[in-house]
């Protein structure tokens, strides 16, 4: 591998920068040269594994209030396209079915996920990437490319180690923005578009693709949700826009007004250097999705490891009945990094991240939530671990006040780890019993990482599928799907919308309400 880290710096005067030294531009040439490089086996299959997941997670959500909508807005385009949308039958244009899919994957927070500099979820690419080529009838081959370009794009930007990476959530800005550039590289990588053509793509997605975190926030609502729906909208924009003749605003990460300058470290610091490491255009294979992480459950990353220890835990713990005996726990206390203590646990502050009432939304960011819920069902699901009857929730509003977050450096030193090897999400829990009694273990790494106790293979992904769609769909159907996501690479054309699962007739529920289309 000839890699090669690449630093990014704003300019001191406008168009000093040569287009050719712009991050756009070195992006798009990844982009663009990817079908002369090796392509890899295990990434491609990868790919496979992600898209399975995503037809998972997105018809696990399909008949939440959120995703229903989303739905219902793609409804209008009905036979006026070729994409398809998770559980129906007919096609549709490529742009509400991307926000649709987009949407539905995102909602359960149970999609895959990438941490370094900053944080993402590197298959929110997939949708719009799926969308645009079963409109536009190109190869699954070409399919699979555009998604391993937009992992390797996306990861490159979050960070692989030695300090690289551009972080975005330090200055609160959503890191759609790094969505937006991994699928306008994509798309442009799928459809063969030219050097300069993909840089324009990525300088216009880019560019549209800086929102504010305050979606993660206060009295979380439907935009958290929708984020990765309008990164497709505007990554397939940019790209169409582009195939136009059409410039995108350049240099989109560099120039004296642009994103580093007015949103990141050099609004404050004129000097301030980023480092973004790329392969080798058209030499390399592209092997960033290797370094992604499924999630088995659906809760935040950084509380992964963390739920499989309570799970692990819980059996050490006094029993009454068939449960835990919940009076004799006195305390609970978890060790963990910066990040676990101060965004999802309980140095948020947070009222709302101790109350089982809360929206859901916030609840899969409420450390003290997901200990508590695992502690007093034995699991955590999907489904069930949202839906308390109201005994539970007194039960668990009792036991949540009892659990305290605190910060540990050792695991903020594993969770800054540049060594893949090392690098580590998780904590220590030390229970304290009644009597004053102490049950205590740790983990790093959730068990379904690819460094976990149990990394998620092929039957995971298919066991996930089979969960999540058991009330929805056919087993015949989802034994065609898993088929047809296996040939991709021999598919083409129309036989593209095979890779779509079909919702048994009338599990798809409508909005309660009525809107404007």
């Not at 890899?40 to 496979?48: L, N």
């Not at 003290?368 to 489904?383: L, Y």
């Not at 304290?432 to 379904?448: F, I, M, P, Y």
Request: glycine share 8%; proline share 4%; aromatic share 6%.
């Amino acid at each position: 591998m000839t890699a090669t880290i690449h630093t990014v710096q704003a300019e001191k005067a406008s168009g000093e920068l040569a287009r050719e030294q712009q991050l756009a531009w070195k992006l798009a040439e990844l982009a663009t040269r990817a079908k002369d490089a090796p392509q890899d086996e295990e990434a491609v299959a990868m790919a496979k594994n992600r898209i399975i997941d995503n037809a998972a997670i997105a018809l696990g959500a399909a008949n939440e209030t959120a995703v229903k909508v989303a739905r219902a807005d793609a409804l209008a385009s009905k036979g006026t396209g070729k994409a398809t949308i998770w559980g129906l039958e007919d096609h549709f244009a490529p742009l509400p079915a991307a926000f649709a899919n987009a949407v539905g994957v995102r909602f359960l927070d149970n999609d895959d996920c990438y941490l370094a500099a900053e944080y993402s979820h590197p298959d929110d690419n997939i949708s719009p990437i799926i969308a645009v080529g079963q409109h536009l009838g190109v190869t699954g081959a070409d399919i699979l490319r555009g998604i391993v370009v937009a992992y390797e794009v996306h990861v490159a930007l979050v960070g692989t180690g030695d300090g690289t990476g551009i972080c975005l959530h330090k200055h609160k800005v959503d890191h759609m923005t790094h969505i937006a550039a991994g699928t306008a590289a994509g798309i442009s990588s799928m459809l063969g578009l030219t050097t300069e053509q993909a840089y324009h793509a990525i300088n216009f997605a880019v560019h549209n693709a800086i929102s504010s975190r305050q979606s993660r926030k206060g009295d979380i609502g439907a935009q958290k949700e929708f984020v990765p729906g309008f990164s497709a909208e505007i990554s397939i924009k940019a790209v169409n826009h582009a195939l136009h003749g059409l410039k995108g605003p350049n240099p989109v990460y560099e120039g004296v007004d642009s994103i580093i300058r007015r949103f990141l470290n050099g609004r404050d610091d004129e000097n301030a250097v980023y480092k973004v490491e790329l392969a080798e255009p058209g030499v390399d294979a592209l092997r960033n999705i290797m370094k992604t992480y499924p999630k088995q459950h659906a809760f935040e990353y950084q509380g992964q490891a963390i739920i499989d220890l309570a799970l692990q835990l819980r059996d050490q713990l006094p029993k009454k009945g068939d449960g835990v005996d919940l009076d004799q726990i006195e305390k609970i206390v978890l060790e963990t990094s910066h990040h676990t203590h101060h965004v999802i646990g309980t140095d948020a502050n947070d009222p709302q991240k101790i109350d089982p009432d809360s929206p859901r939304g916030t609840l899969d960011h409420s450390i003290m939530f997901a200990i508590a819920r695992c502690i007093q069902t034995g699991e955590f699901h999907k489904d069930r671990a949202y839906q308390m009857t109201q005994a539970e929730k007194d039960e668990l509003r009792k036991l949540m006040a009892r659990i305290e977050t605190q910060f540990d450096q050792r695991w903020e030193d594993l969770y800054h780890d540049q060594d893949p090897n090392v690098q580590a999400y998780g904590g220590r829990m030390i229970v304290t019993l009644a009597d004053g009694s102490e049950v205590a273990d740790e983990k790093t790494r959730a068990n379904a990482h690819p460094g976990g106790d149990t990394p998620w293979q092929r039957p995971d992904y298919e066991a996930k599928l089979a969960d999540y769609t058991a009330d929805l769909v056919s087993d015949a159907e989802r034994a065609r799907f898993i088929e047809a996501v296996n040939a991709m690479d021999s598919l083409s054309g129309d036989s593209l919308a095979t890779i779509n699962l079909v919702v048994d007739a009338g599990r798809l529920e409508a909005p309660e309400t009525r809107g404007i289309y």
